[in-house]
Every structure is written in structure tokens, then in C-alpha cells.
């Protein structure tokens, strides 16, 4: 939020400089994001005479000028401007100025040949307007030599972070408040021009959604001017960020930044009958302020009368209804709408606005008559008309929070101790009321404030957060224990071990998309928030696979061949108590390109199951998981392709990971280019390790050589290669050390519905080296493991 010291000074008597300002700002929580000095932008522009003027010798559209700045003798200028003359004041810029408008260090140069000092300037170079016509021509009263700074006025702005538990902060008002509360000033009350109403309202107001709209206010004015606002409203305005575009919408936009209260002004003359705060229907379209139009849902509030609908309530004014410069007669509407209700509506249409944010996060619900009578009143002074007497429909909250408050409690809690006193006078003025039992009854605009801690939060960083002094913490003698849990050990190792294998970390949002989440939600119910941040972050995510696959698409979309992404995160889940169930996972992504394409390896070859699938193993191997126990089976889920997928299990039941090539539906629905690889890791599924000693034991070679076999198999087709191996190595645990598939054929010469695998056994003799006879029985050994699966040695 940004206001200019001048805006500041009309609520705030103060004589504090900027920088006191600022530092009082970052002291009580409103964090200063910047200051801009306009007198910084206009170092080097002076006041200047201009003596004489004569044409260029070598271009016709150019003068030359002798210009006096105040200051020795007079120089040289070439200018271009069409109004420059002899007599005239304006502002020259100096060499050595940096012009606002487009950054240009002006020099002494030569022009067309003639040697110019400096450059005068028109209002666009200097950002003070848009007229560019010619030079800025000043009175003649204006003194020669001064800078221009100085004459035109420096008017500093500074822009502060208001964080969404402080609504009251929300206009120029707030903040003085605060800053008067910390002991910068007195705050002024609130000037209220006199104004007299007369007759009735020609219209008639009601609210049918008294839960959207509890409160509709509304009056009529007839007989306005519209036109352009005077320069002191233009002026404050602008130092918001906002453009100012005529006097009635500048007057609504000044109560809303000036005093956190949005409004807005109807032209009477294109409403028909009753103007109502109701219920939109399924389907309504309204022409929005912006020029585009949005369709309504009935769970939406809305301003209409008899014909259509005017205004998304809350959020922004229909373009039907807006005010224009031949608008006579308005109707003010000031209303006091649900917070939740404007936040789920903005987030369904999309659509921000100054409005909706202070709407969203709660407005006061005491200033509806203020409010409207303030900007009754400016409208009457600048304006003219005729004010209606005020039609209340429907009532705000009105019942204040009443809280008992233990003054000590500022000290066990803030860690800074306070007088009672102290804490008294600051609760007061910030518009607590404060009982002689330390009852504090709490103003209605401060919907943050829920018990006592929120009270000590408001003693402590008025009082001064930098008076909290820094301690500590204790700790025992001697070495400090770890501290990290077994769990946290594990990701951390698992976060190593990944970035070695190759893949870069990510960190997607824990929160995804209604449609992403229920594409990767499983049996258990999902959780739904009832206000999200936005619509794309809805719902809480029960897998990383989807989050992982967005940034996929965008480095995709941003030229990236290749992503090998992964992510340790929670999944999550609505357990049956109704609590939020988190499972730790690891994620991976494998998309793009494996290896691009060369003169040796030919095309650029992509990801497959297999690369998905050593990934898997080799980090499960990496956790402590039993890698050599684990059993492939399919079922992965219906996000992979069910024919390049399958799960890691630890027993039938027990799911430890599952990888494969992701299903061309799901690459299809996050609109992603294949064929994509991905791995899922359940963290929570890897048995926790036994407990072991200290050390390893040393490691000793074996002194024997080892001896390798090979065996070729006619299996079933649909025998897995890995229940072979497993089956081989459990053939004779004590000489077999190592199992390995080098071969799987299948065609011409294997029968059908068979393959052929091959693999290669590493045999480790003990004591003794191995004897023929040796050799002999442990083939039979492996051999009759094999038949058990219904492998048949070849021959």
C-alpha cells in the first residue's frame, strides 16, 4: 500500500522526518517496502531565465537559447520546443541530470553543430504529466536559480506491506492511528464536511442475502457536476498508484485508500426499480468496470435491479452503471459484505481489486454511516446536488469482543516488561476500551484479534519489538545430544543420496488444483479447503507425481530438453477421526530426453520403466530398505501405464514404492508431452532398522576366487524376471553370492508363450576351492529352484 507524507500529515499531526517515519513503521509490524523521494528524481533541474532566442543556423525546427540558472554567466541551449521564447521561465536540466522520463544522462554536447549545456524540459520528461506539446512554462514569479525540487514541491511516498490480519490497516487512517499510538504524532479526528439531507430516497434499497449482505446503505444525490478532481485529490491519488479519472469514481477511491472503505456510485439514471443485495442465479452475466464479462453462480452476491445485475458485490461495479461526465443524479452504496463469501467469489471469477482485498479480509463495521456521510459531504463540496436522507437496510456486526486481559502476561508471553500504565494507554489508543478489572473491550474493525496473546502482540510492538531483548536458550553441560529424529535422518540421506543419482530437487506447492488432485487421490477422501489461497490451490495433495509434473511442463515449455526432478514432501489424507493424515514420500520425474542424440549413440533416446525402476531400488537400497526381500508387482495405480508399472513390496500388502511410465490419460490431463517416467517412494512403508552395533566390522576379502556359471532358462511368458532370480539365489545361500540377468529373448527357436533368460551366477567358495562334484550339486540345486517356477534349463 503506498501514501505520499502529505496524505500521511492530514491525519497525523506529526514533525517527524521520513526516516523517523519509517523506522516507526518497521517497529510496529508495517514493514516499509520502499520510499520514493521525487526531489532525488529531480537532482540537477533548476529554475531558468530564458534570455534569447534564435533560430538554429543548420535546422529550422530548433532554437538556439541563452538561458540564465542564477548562477555566472548565462549558457547555451539548443531546444526544439515549439513555445520556447525570450522571456519565458522554465526548467533546465544541468549536464550531469538524469532525465525521470527515460533515464538519460544529459552531457554538454554539440547539436546539429552548436554546443548545447543541458536540456529544457517539457511535464512528460520530468513524469509530472503527459502534456509534451512544449517546455513547462513556469510564472514569472518563479526564482531564477532555485531548484526545482525545492519550488514544485517533494512530496515523498512510502509504501508499506500490510500483512492479511490487519484490515484496519487498510487506508491512510489505520496508520496514522498506529503511528500515533507509538508516540509520532496526535492523530486528528476525522474532519467531516457539513452537508443538510432532504426528502426521502427516490429508490428503494434492500438486502435479500443477509448472510452475503448483512448491511446495505444507500442514499441519493441529484444535481452533481462530474468533472476532474482538484490537484490535491489528484495528487493523493496518484501517490497511491491509482489513476485518477473523475471527481465522483476519485472521491469513492480516496474513502476506500484514505479510511479502508470501499464505496461506490451508481449514475441513477440507468437503474430501474428496487436496487437489491441478493443471491446471483446460475448463469447471470455482468460487463465488469474492466470491459470483460464474467458468468455468475448462485452462491455469489450481487447488486441488481429489476432488469440486471450491476455489480459483483464487493469486488467491482458493472460498466452499465458506472458514473460518466454527463451523469446528474447517483446513488452511494456503502455495504457491509461476508469476508468469506468475497474471497470465494473473487477466487471462482478470477478477478482482484482494491475493493475485494479489504472487503476479504473484513472492514469496520461501524464506519456505514460515517463512511457514507463523508463522502456525501465531499461530493456536496466539489460536486453540488442535493443529498436523499440514508436508507438502512439490514444491520452490521455490532457486538463487540470482550476479553480478560492479564497485564502480566505481556511479560511471560512478550518477553519485555511493560508498565501497567503503559500497556493501559497503548490499548486505548488503538481504540480499546480498557476496565478498571482489565476487561478490554475490542474495537469491531480488529476482526484479528481472537484472546489475550493477540493483546500482548499489540502492547509488545507498540511498546517497541526491538526492546525485546535477545536471550539464549539454556542448555545443559557437556556434549549436546542429535537432536534430529530417525525420520529426518532418513530424508536427509535420502535427499543426498538422490542429488548424487543425478536429479535436481524441487519444491511444488503442497496444495493443488480440485481436477489434479482427484486425478491422483486414492481411496481416502481428499482435503478441501473451504478458503484457499486460490482456485489452483484448493486441494491438499495426495501425491508430489502432480506437482512434479506441472514444473516438468514448464521448464518443458521454457526449452528445456531434459528434467530429473524429485522432491521429499507429505501426501495427504483425511484420516477417519477427521484429522489431517500425512504420509512422507519421495517423489521423481524423469521427462525429456535420457541422452541426446550424437554421432555415437544416434537418436536422442528417451526414459523408460527401467531407469524409473534402478532409481527406485537404488534409493529404497539407500534408506535401509531390505532391497534383496522386495517383491515386483503390478497395481501401481491407474496414473501409470499398466503395462510398463509395477510396485516394490515388502509382502503382498506392504507397498514400498512404485514407479513406471506414467499413462498416456494423465499426460494428457496435466497437458504434458511423453513418455514420462515417475517414481513415488512411501517413506512411512520402510521398516524401521534394527538395531545394530556400533561399528561395521572390518571388511576381509575372501581368500578364494570366485567361480561365475551361466544358465539359460525357457520360462512362462509371464514370469518376472525377478522372481527367477530371487529363486536362484535362495538355491543354495551359502555358495550363491550373486545373481545377475545378462539375456531375455524371445522368437524364433522358443516355443510360444516362453522366453528365454539368461543369467550368470557369481559362486564364492568358502575354505576349500570348489571340486567338480561341488560344482555339480549346486547346478542340480539351481536347476530344481527354476523347475519350481516352471523354468526349464536349455539345452
Known amino acids: ?48 531565465h530564458v534570455l534569447t532566442a534564435a533560430r538554429h543556423p543548420d535546422a529550422d525546427k530548433l532554437q538556439v537559447l541563452t538561458v540564465d540558472t542564477g548562477e555566472g554567466d548565462p549558457l547555451q541551449v539548443v531546444c526544439g520546443a515549439p513555445n520556447a521564447r525570450a522571456g519565458m521561465k522554465g526548467v533546465l536540466g544541468l549536464p550531469g541530470a538524469v532525465v525521470p522520463a527515460n533515464g538519460m544522462v544529459l552531457r554538454k554536447s554539440a ?19 503527459e502534456d509534451h506539446d512544449g517546455i513547462i512554462e513556469l510564472p514569472d514569479d518563479a526564482p531564477v536559480g532555485t531548484s526545482f525540487a525545492d519550488y514544485h514541491g517533494a512530496d515523498p511516498v512510502i509504501e508499506v506491506a500490510v500483512t492479511p490480519n490487519r484490515p484496519d490497516c487498510m487506508g491512510v487512517y489505520g496508520i496514522a492511528r498506529d503511528l500515533a499510538a507509538k508516540g509520532l504524532g496526535t492523530l486528528k479526528p476525522i474532519a467531516m464536511p457539513a452537508f443538510a439531507a432532504s426528502g426521502a430516497c ?26 476532474p478532481s482538484p490537484e490535491w485529490l489528484q495528487a493523493r491519488l496518484k501517490s497511491a498508484g491509482q489513476r485518477p ?83 446528474a443524479d447517483v446513488l452511494l452504496e456503502i455495504a ?32 456505514l454511516d460515517a463512511g457514507l456521510d463523508l463522502l456525501t459531504g465531499l461530493i456536496v463540496e466539489m460536486a453540488g446536488g442535493t443529498p436523499s436522507e440514508v436508507v438502512r437496510a439490514g444491520s452490521p456486526p455490532s457486538t463487540a469482543k470482550v476479553i480478560a486481559f492479564d497485564p502480566g502476561l505481556t511479560t511471560r508471553l512478550g518477553g519485555v516488561d511493560v508498565p501497567e500504565a503503559e500497556q493501559k494507554r497503548i490499548l486505548e489508543s488503538l481504540g480499546f476500551a480498557v476496565s478498571g478489572d482489565w476487561q478490554v473491550t475490542c474495537p469491531l474493525r480488529r476482526n484479528d484479534i481472537e484472546g489475550p496473546a493477540d493483546l500482548v502482540e499489540e502492547v509488545v510492538r507498540i511498546h517497541g519489538l526491538d526492546k525485546v531483548a535477545s536471550v539464549a536458550l539454556p542448555r545443559m553441560e557437556g556434549v549436546a545430544r542429535p537432536t534430529a529424529t530417525p525420520q529426518q535422518k532418513l530424508e536427509r540421506g535420502l535427499r543426498r543420496a538422490a542429488a548424487a543419482s543425478g536429479l535436481n530437487e524441487a519444491v511444488t506447492w503442497s496444495f493443488l488444483p480440485t481436477w489434479a488432485a482427484e486425478h491422483f487421490a486414492s481411496d481416502q477422501p481428499l482435503w478441501v479447503l473451504a478458503n484457499p489461497i486460490s482456485e489452483d490451490m484448493k486441494a491438499m495433495r495426495p501425491s508430489l507425481l502432480p506437482g512434479l509434473l506441472m514444473a516438468a511442463k514448464r521448464n518443458a515449455d521454457r526449452g528445456a530438453a531434459s528434467s530429473r526432478l524429485f522432491e521429499i514432501g507429505r501426501r495427504y489424507f483425511r484420516s477417519g477421526n477427521g484429522l489431517s493424515d500425512e504420509k512422507p514420500t519421495l517423489g521423481i520425474v524423469l521427462a525429456g530426453e535420457k541422452t541426446p542424440r550424437g554421432w555415437q549413440s544416434g537418436k536422442a533416446k528417451p526414459f523408460d520403466a527401467f531407469d524409473a525402476k534402478a532409481l527406485a531400488l537404488q534409493l529404497l537400497e539407500a534408506a535401509g ?71 561395521r566390522p572390518g571388511f576381509t576379502p575372501p581368500a578364494l576366487q570366485a567361480v561365475t556359471r551361466d544358465f539359460a532358462f525357457l520360462v512362462p511368458a509371464t514370469l518376472a524376471a525377478g522372481d527367477l532370480v530371487r529363486a536362484v539365489q535362495g538355491a543354495d545361500k551359502t ?24 543369467v550368470e551366477v557369481t559362486l564364492q567358495p568358502g575354505e576349500t576351492s570348489f571340486k567338480d562334484a561341488d560344482l555339480k550339486a549346486i547346478t542340480e540345486k539351481v536347476v530344481a529352484a527354476a523347475a519350481k517356477l516352471g523354468a526349464e534349463l536349455r539345452g
Not at 517515519?21 to 517497529?27: E, K, M, Q, S, T
Not at 429508490?203 to 462530474?226: H, L, M, Q, W
Open 625 to 695: 530398505a531390505p532391497v534383496g526381500n522386495l517383491m515386483v508387482m503390478g497395481e501401481a495405480g491407474a496414473q501409470f501405464h499398466p503395462g510398463q508399472s509395477a510396485t516394490l513390496r515388502l509382502g503382498p500388502k506392504t507397498v514400498l514404492a512404485r514407479f513406471g511410465m506414467v499413462h498416456p490419460a494423465t499426460l494428457k490431463a496435466f497437458d504434458v508431452d511423453g513418455p514420462i517416467a515417475a517414481v513415488e517412494l512411501f517413506l512411512d512403508a520402510i521398516p524401521a532398522k534394527k538395531g545394530a552395533a556400533f561399528a
Open 1 to 48: 500500500m503506498k501514501f505520499s507524507l502529505t496524505w500521511l500529515k492530514d491525519y497525523l499531526e506529526t514533525t517527524a522526518t521520513v526516516a523517523e517515519i519509517c523506522d516507526a513503521l518497521n517497529a510496529i509490524g508495517l514493514e516499509v517496502e520502499g520510499v520514493e523521494d521525487p526531489a532525488e528524481k529531480l537532482a540537477g533541474f533548476r529554475i531558468a
Open 202 to 227: 427516490p429508490v428503494e434499497i434492500r438486502t435479500d442475502d443477509s448472510e452475503g449482505c448483512p448491511a446495505f446503505y444507500g442514499r441519493v444525490v441529484k444535481g452533481v457536476t462530474n468533472g
Open 111 to 129: 547539436i546539429r553543430g552548436v554546443e548545447s549545456n543541458g536540456m529544457m524540459c517539457s511535464v512528460r520528461e520530468l513524469e509530472l504529466g
Open 336 to 367: 457491509y459484505f461476508d469476508p468469506a463469501r468475497i474471497g470465494a467469489t473473487g477466487r471462482k471469477l478470477g478477478l482482484s481489486s482494491d475493493a475485494r482485498t479489504r472487503f476479504e479480509r473484513g472492514v469496520d463495521p461501524e464506519f
Open 735 to 758: 555358495a550363491i553370492n550373486g545373481v545377475r540377468v545378462f539375456d531375455v529373448f524371445a522368437g524364433q527357436g522358443v516355443p510360444e508363450g516362453h522366453k528365454s533368460i539368461a
Open 245 to 327: 479519472i473523475s471527481l465522483l469514481v476519485d472521491l469513492t477511491n480516496y474513502l476506500m485508500l484514505g479510511y479502508g472503505r470501499p464505496a461506490h456510485a451508481y449514475d441513477l439514471a440507468t437503474l430501474s426499480g428496487a436496487v437489491v443485495a441478493r443471491r446471483a442465479k446460475d448463469g447471470e452475466n455482468v460487463l465488469a468496470l474492466n470491459e470483460k464479462t464474467y458468468t455468475l453462480e448462485a452462491e455469489m452476491t450481487v447488486i441488481a435491479d429489476d432488469v440486471q445485475v450491476h455489480d459483483i458485490a464487493g469486488i467491482m461495479g458493472g460498466e452499465h452503471s458506472g458514473v460518466s461526465e454527463s451523469t
